[in-house]
């Protein structure tokens, strides 16, 4: 009787539940409750019968568990265990009183129901009876019965939403959904559960939700039940997940469980995430979580747990100091330490050596706390001075010498590799030289040194270059004069060049450099860092054709004041009365805001600045030859010095650049032997002052000689090309250091005038809305082009002034961020801007802009643009006649002639104008892209749409309805 009973029981159920799934959800769900309630009085009337013959708990198995498989419900009970023990083992668990809730035993649970999850009933009882169990069940069984019989996922999406509205909690429904879904397990972001959570955490920043008591719902048990369900099989879903449930937050050690679960099976992936995202990994030591992932050689997950937590940081950059001892045993650590698929082949020296220098440098650890890293870095810094001295010959005897002894320093271990170094380079003479300027003991050098260590004593005393006078035991290698006919010299006398190291001397400087009508020439140079310095400009080099002033920038750090700086921005750099010449000036401008961060605001405000390396990309571009006069010349011709046989041949770093650019000019490059300079030495060699000087000046007749051919060769190119605020940018280091902080760059402080009406008045349509995006929004651009917006998208290489003259001619509205945003601002008004939220995803940003402007998107506006040309001018082609016109073309292709025209060409050229024959459109010829359809594709589809303005062919296909599902949240704005 007990058996049929509960055959009877679960057959009633099944029935029930198979008469819930029809179209109307709303009337499903009513028709449902009303049969539950039916089901629900019967059992209760059998109550007393099941207490008295059966165990209660098999009461709680459920049908739908026949579909999932054993393992889809082992969910984690550590969180119950302590708290849910229970005397009460013969109650129904849908009957049960609050009391007996509390104290349900998990253990006892599991053993009778080895099929469902221990987690999910807990978290049941505590969202309330049965009943509210059951009519949750019945939504769930009918959203996964529409997501798998619809193509369209939009009206289950809708559905969804429904229900949301519906639910007085909505953070404990969603879990249930996820934990009853039938693709839990699977790794994909297209699975109906995934669909789950991107669709809920849309509605919950979306005008539609309705929770209002959020911390009261939210409770630590709904947000541990949301972190167990998603990681219980992958990641995929984890950041929606931490974003929408909010489990960043103080006093979140409740999860700590859940990272140990990871822990102990060794998924060291699971644990960095976790303990990374939450803000964890202070409960751990480095042993447990951070250098496994080193042994497995998973660094992106590495710095993905360390983020945000200087303390960890540290400690895991002094371990791999450690590691970088000499002496130091990899092997040892790996036996120790049990770790699975540890990667031997990354766990050498070098490898270790340049993830430490990298990460010491990413989280700015003081060089003291890190002596074996900073020995590695010196190493490297040693080995490179030696390579481009010995190998590329590049450097000066003076510059070599003082960056070496810079690089060097007091390091015991970096002064004996630098006598070594030079011993194997065949220069025992600059060996012995070096030993004595550091004292080194002849019991650590080798025979050679030592007996050139001797010779030295026993003639005059001498000294490296950088410790004594200003001549080097090495130039002899080429005379000043002997330099000269090979390189570019100053065309100005060294009378003209002026050192700028007083208050006086400065402000005299401005006064002359300010006048209209000038033409500067501007340079600037700082001493090269190793990773044991932090850079700062050190020489500013401004030159007119009859002046060269050298600004000695560390001079004048501690003389002058803010408004004396702010001066030389605003009376030079902003102002419009003179045109500033560069090369490569983005450089220049970050390394004067590096030094002086308060001067970034006003550089934004350049005026007739410009850029050589740019001018000259576009000159060269069109000109044949920049210097008409030497036709025929051989760029090798007198290379070499034949009679004194020293090679002179200039080596890389004179076939690029400022140096390259000369020569193509003027037949000569520039000697770039002192740019690995210490531009702070104090004072400055006159191999120096030359070379500053030079760089500026020269500037000047590189700008004549690009005008010039621009003119003769009839070029149509603007000489004062717009100005760019590119440098402004944090540069990449700085992004990954402010992303290892976990700190987000403040928002500008500027504060534009609101925008007008011109385009907020009442709703309008995606192709009644024009804008232009910014380089940087590309992605948002895209977004907007899907729904129809026409919009123009800046490439990365175009300048913020094509937003400005798009804006301007083609009445559309600048969409931008940061400091772009307050540049084209300026220029055109706030009421044609919109400074739009860079930290957001493009899936954000598209809803602000839409919202904010009051565009409605309707389904057919979806993928109504193309996505290459921006055009929404289609020419609609059955599917035979474009068929047709492949098969010709490829025929075409084979014969390599056109057959006759015949009545099919005729009925295209009239129809379509479309000339068939070389496939394209007669009056503009734009070709037609008619490679580029599958054949598989012509038996499917009834149409094809060709973009008349770029010939690119589209079809409608099951793409179109993942448009739309993508875009269900603009949908429902």
């Known amino acids: 009787m007990i058996v049929l009973f509960i055959l009877m029981s679960t057959l009633m159920r099944k029935y029930i539940s198979g008469v819930c799934r029809i179209k109307t959800s709303n009337k499903a769900v009513q028709v449902c409750e009303t049969q539950l309630n039916a089901v629900n009085s019967v059992l209760k009337e059998n109550h007393n019968l099941l207490d008295s013959h059966c165990d209660p708990r098999l009461c709680f198995q459920r049908s739908y568990t026949s579909n999932r498989r054993p393992e889809d419900n082992e969910w984690s009970s550590l969180q119950f265990n302590n708290k849910l023990k229970s005397h009460h083992k013969a109650k129904k668990f849908g009957a049960m009183s609050g009391e007996d809730k509390s104290n349900f035993d998990a253990e006892a649970f599991k053993e009778a129901n080895p099929k469902v999850s221990v987690g999910w009933a807990a978290s049941a009882m505590r969202s309330g009876d049965e009943k509210k169990i059951q009519l949750m069940k019945a939504k769930s069984d009918h959203l996964q019965e529409m997501w798998q019989e619809r193509k369209d996922k ?155 937590n200087s303390g960890q940081q540290m400690l895991v950059v002094q371990f791999l100091d450690r590691m970088c001892e000499k002496g130091y045993n990899i092997n040892n650590l790996v036996s120790s330490m049990s770790v699975p698929d540890v990667k031997m082949s990354h766990l050498q020296k070098k490898s270790i050596s340049k993830l430490a220098t990298r990460l010491a440098k990413l989280y700015e650890i003081p060089n003291d706390l890190i002596p074996n890293i900073v020995t590695a870095r010196g190493l490297g810094a040693l080995r490179f001075l030696l390579y481009k001295r010995y190998i590329e010959n590049s450097m000066a005897a003076g510059s070599w010498e003082d960056m070496v002894e810079n690089a060097v320093g007091d390091n015991e271990t970096l002064q004996l590799e630098l006598v070594e170094q030079l011993q194997w380079y065949n220069d025992a003479k600059s060996a012995a030289k070096w030993a004595n300027f550091y004292k080194i003991p002849d019991e650590k050098l080798s025979h050679p040194v030592i007996e050139e260590r001797k010779r030295l004593a026993e003639g005059p005393t001498s000294a490296p270059a950088a410790v004594g006078g200003e001549e080097s035991w090495e130039d002899e290698l080429m005379s000043v004069d002997g330099m000269d006919a090979y390189y570019y010299k100053l065309n100005l006398d060294p009378s003209s060049i002026q050192l700028v190291d007083t208050k006086e001397k400065y402000h005299e400087c401005i006064s002359r450099l300010s006048r209209p009508g000038l033409t500067i020439g501007v340079d600037s140079e700082w001493k090269p860092s190793f990773g044991n310095t932090t850079q700062r400009i ?9 002046q060269i002033f050298l600004l000695d920038m560390i001079t004048l750090h501690s003389l002058l004041h803010k408004s004396d700086w702010f001066l030389l921005a605003n009376a030079l750099f902003c102002n419009e009365e003179m045109i500033k010449l560069g090369y490569g000036f983005d450089s220049d401008l970050k390394m004067v805001v590096k030094t002086y961060p308060f001067l970034k605001e006003p550089l934004t405000h350049l005026k007739r600045t410009v850029d050589l390396e740019k001018l000259a990309a576009k000159v060269i571009d069109k000109a044949i030859n920049l210097m008409p006069d030497t036709v025929g010349d051989s760029d090798d011709e007198g290379l070499e010095d034949k009679d004194s046989g020293v090679n002179v041949k200039f080596q890389a770093v004179e076939q690029r650049g400022l140096s390259e650019l000369v020569r193509q000019c003027f037949g000569k490059p520039l000697n770039k032997g002192e740019q690995m300079s210490d531009w702070e030495r104090r004072p400055l060699r006159n191999t120096q002052i030359q070379y500053a000087a030079l760089d500026a000046f020269v500037l000047l007749e590189v700008y004549e000689r690009l005008k010039e051919t621009a003119k003769r060769e009839k070029m149509e190119i603007d000489v004062e090309p717009p100005v760019t605020v590119k440098w402004s940018k944090d540069s990449k280091l700085d992004r990954m250091k402010a992303k290892a902080k976990n700190y987000r760059p403040p928002k500008s402080t500027f504060t534009p005038k609101p925008e007008t009406t011109a385009y907020l008045g009442s709703e309008m349509e995606p192709g009644q809305f024009r804008v232009v995006v910014d380089s940087m929004l590309q992605g948002l651009g895209r977004q907007l082009r899907n729904c129809g917006v026409d919009v123009q998208i800046l490439n990365y290489d175009e300048d913020h002034q094509k937003a400005v003259q798009a804006a301007m001619q083609e009445n559309r509205i600048v969409l931008s961020s940061g400091t772009p945003y307050q540049t084209i601002c300026s220029k055109i008004g706030a009421e044609r801007c919109y400074n739009v939220d860079n930290t957001l995803p493009a899936k954000e940003q598209i809803v602000g802009v839409l919202q904010h402007f009051k565009v409605k998107v309707k389904k057919e506006d979806i993928l109504s643009r193309c996505q290459v040309c921006n055009s929404d001018n289609f020419l609609q082609i059955p599917s035979k006649d474009v068929l047709r016109m492949s098969e010709k073309a490829e025929n075409m292709k084979r014969s390599h002639g056109a057959p006759p025209r015949d009545s099919w060409d005729e009925h295209m050229l009239t129809t379509y104008q479309i000339n068939s024959r070389n496939t394209s459109f007669v009056k503009t010829g734009v070709d037609i892209r008619i490679d580029t359809i599958p054949q598989k594709i012509f038996s499917i589809v009834d149409s094809f749409y060709i973009c008349v303005k770029c010939g690119k062919i589209f079809w409608e296909g099951p793409h179109m309805a993942s448009a739309c599902e993508q875009f269900a949240h603009v949908l429902n704005l």
């Not at 050190?538 to 009859?546: E, G, V």
């Open 538 to 546: 050190a020489l500013m080099q401004f030159a007119t054709s009859d």
């Open 154 to 308: 939009v009206p289950v999406m809708n559905q969804f939403r429904d229900y949301l509205k519906e639910s007085d909690n909505p953070y404990s429904f969603v879990v249930f959904l996820l934990n009853d879904s039938h693709d839990l397990h699977v790794h994909k972001t297209t699975t109906y559960s995934y669909a789950v959570c991107k669709e809920f955490c849309g509605w919950l920043f979306s005008s539609q939700c309705n929770v209002k008591n959020k911390n009261q719902v939210l409770t630590p048990e709904i947000k541990l039940d949301a972190l167990s369900v998603t990681m219980r099989y992958h990641t995929v879903m984890f950041q929606l997940v931490l974003k929408i449930y909010e489990l960043r937050h103080q006093g979140n050690g409740y999860m700590l469980p859940e990272i140990k679960r990871f822990l102990e099976k060794k998924k060291y992936n699971e644990c960095a995430l976790l303990a990374g995202h939450l803000g964890l990994q202070d409960h751990f030591t480095i042993d447990e979580i951070a250098v496994p992932l080193i042994l497995q050689n998973k660094l992106n997950l590495l710095e993905t747990y360390l983020r945000g």
